[in-house]
């Protein structure tokens, strides 16, 4: 079964970074296009970042571009999410989740890692 299993999230103050792993198992990792979404507390499940099977190409969402970087290892089938600049707004529940669509709710995704951005 696909199993997806973050890490790497914690506390860091304003302008900060950290970096997100996501170590995926149970399907063929370098076939599928790959995204990282977050949840801030009260809100809905936000889009964050994706990029295709082979790394050709990544999209960010207006609001964490020229920050954050996302990139993979096939050969680790592992995903990542590297995080600069960090603000407060980006606090959230960060999920890795198999595949790149608009119905973002609906992909497979891990259990989160929780980032929190404060001084």
């Known amino acids: 079964q696909v199993q997806l299993v973050e890490s790497g999230g914690g506390l860091a103050q304003p302008g900060g970074s950290l970096r997100l792993s996501c170590a995926a198992s149970?399907?063929?990792?370098?076939?599928?296009?790959m995204s990282w979404a977050r949840q801030a507390p009260g809100k809905g499940l936000e889009w964050v970042s994706g990029?295709?099977?082979?790394?050709?190409?990544?999209y960010y969402a207006d609001s964490v571009k020229g920050r954050f970087t996302i990139s993979r290892d096939n050969a680790k089938k592992t995903l990542y999410l590297q995080m600069n600049s960090l603000k407060p707004e980006d606090t959230a529940l960060y999920y890795c989740v198999r595949g790149f669509s608009r119905a973002i709710a609906a992909l497979p995704r891990g259990q989160g890692t929780q980032v929190t951005v404060s001084s």
């Open positions: 990029i295709y099977s082979d790394g050709s190409n990544t």
């Open positions: 149970g399907f063929t990792f370098s076939n599928y296009p």
